[in-house]
């Protein structure tokens, strides 16, 4: 199936997107709609989120999922693409990134990842993910994108650096009694969830400002009274206890040093509280990049920019600098997260991919979409099936995250789907082999590399 929504417009933005960032995307607004697919993917194994289904169809019509099962025969007169030897997952989640411009999408589309969320403004202002946000509402060849806006952070904490020329000064929260104007204004910004910091490595080795547990718990209930989840930036275990005591509802990042914690894993589970692990940013200082940039299935798809990105020297700005450091810091986070698996948390994909653009400089060692199929893998490195690795980047992100229309393979969801060669569940690292892109039906080209 040839991409549908492929123009002039679509393909000189991408290229100017990194110098003029989001105001660029407006550009798409005169560009053609796609017209929503319709088609029957048969004899294909699906993984639907949860659980396999050997030898099935997938009916869609309208960019919808219409049934799902091993005889179609209502669905006849769509036209057939053949899944043989091959896998149907659902799209791609990444529950963890920052998005600074419409290539940074296209790039996370390029490689499965269907849904990006956004957990905090990074060198951009909401405004311009707002934009973002409804252009990839509209648009079906890019990821589709949600927001935190500016993060609930201290005065001179983490993320008040992540200032540009385009956004100034970022806000902070400097006692309990601001939180809730803060909240009030993210909501109306946009905002569809509250990211909050807290630093505590940053505070132990640089002496950088941390949030007090009084303004955490004020910003958790000020976006729990406005139907918003609250996710915790943390970086030490008493970040995370102060988080948890605070009534979060997911944290980012595990603890980077003291490794694996029963106790707090076990409150963590009882409470409800969600993890995005990102094991892929410790891991891309060791040899995580290298192992994507040799992979043979994911090459040729790779765009200049990812390369570029994957290749450059990477020094931590907090610890770690040398090799062994590096390795034990991997090792801590990995320890921990297996200690949450074990205790039963749930457990997000992310990647917390934010790419270099000329006003913004960053530290992060991964990029968007491709990302996600090196965190699938090293979350079977802390215990995880690939069965549960995948339902990670996929069911159990929509569920968190309160995303009813997708992360499955069932009727009704939005047709956000990824083809690829072999089997994932047995493999996880199959999900690099991508066959064919689905948004919403409408197939992605995943030729067209910039």
């Known amino acids: 199936m040839k ?10 933005l991408g290229r100017l997107a990194l110098l003029a960032l989001v105001p660029m995307a407006s550009s798409r607004e005169a560009a053609a709609q796609p017209e929503l697919g319709n088609f029957l993917v048969a004899h294909v194994r699906v993984f639907d989120g949860e659980r396999v289904h050997e030898d099935t169809q997938v009916a869609v019509e309208g960019g919808v999922i219409r049934a799902v099962g091993p005889d179609l025969t209502k669905w006849r007169h769509l036209p057939v693409i053949d899944g043989t030897d091959a896998t149907l997952i659902p799209g791609l989640i990444d ?31 909401p405004q311009d993910l707002e934009e973002l946000r409804n252009l990839a509402a509209s648009h079906m060849d890019i990821a589709d994108v949600l927001s935190a806006g500016f993060a609930g952070t201290t005065a001179g904490g983490h993320g008040t650096a ?22 009030a204004t993210r909501r109306s910004e946009g905002s569809d969830y ?19 547990e009084p303004r955490v718990k004020a910003l958790v209930d000020a976006a729990h009274s406005r139907g918003m989840l609250a996710v915790a930036h943390v970086e030490t275990v008493e970040d995370a206890e102060i988080a948890l005591r605070s009534g979060v509802d997911g944290l980012a990042h595990v603890w980077r040093r003291g490794g694996a914690n029963a106790d ?42 990812e390369k570029e990105h994957l290749s450059r020297s990477y020094v931590p700005r907090t610890g770690g ?50 990302s996600v199929h090196r965190e699938l893998e090293l979350l079977l490195n802390a215990g995880l099936s690939p069965t549960e690795a995948l339902t990670a980047a996929t069911m159990r992100a929509a569920d968190a995250f309160r995303l009813a229309d997708r992360g499955r393979i069932a009727a009704g969801r939005k047709a956000d789907m990824v083809l690829v060669r072999g089997d994932p569940t047995s493999d996880v690292t199959a999900t690099r082999d991508i066959l064919r892109v689905w948004r919403s039906g409408v197939e992605f080209d995943r030729a067209l590399v910039p």
Request: charged share 20%; hydrophobic share 50%.
């Open 321 to 370: 600098a040398g090799s062994d450091e590096r390795r034990a810091t991997f090792d801590a986070q990995l320890a921990a997260v297996r200690s949450l698996h074990q205790a039963g948390v749930t457990l997000l994909v992310g990647t917390d991919a934010s790419m270099v653009t000329p006003d913004v400089e960053t530290t992060a060692p991964s990029v968007h979409g491709l």
């Open 95 to 125: 529950a963890h990134a920052h998005v600074r411009s419409v290539d940074d999408l296209e790039d996370g589309l390029r490689f499965g990842v269907t849904t990006v969320l956004d957990l905090a403004a990074s060198g951009v202002t």
């Open 194 to 212: 509250l990211k909050i910091i807290l630093n505590g490595v940053r505070t132990a080795d640089q002496g950088m400002p941390n949030l007090d």
């Open 264 to 305: 707090l894993a076990r409150r963590l589970a009882a409470n409800g509280v969600f993890v995005i692990a990102t094991l892929v940013i410790p891991d891309g200082l060791l040899e995580g990049r290298a192992a994507l940039l040799t992979d043979s299935r994911v090459q040729a798809f790779l765009s200049s920019r």
């Open 162 to 183: 992540f200032r540009s020329a385009r956004v100034g000064e970022i806000p902070s929260v400097a006692s309990a009694k601001d939180a809730d104007a803060f909240v």
């Open 3 to 12: 991409r549908v929504f492929v123009n002039v417009t679509a393909m000189w």
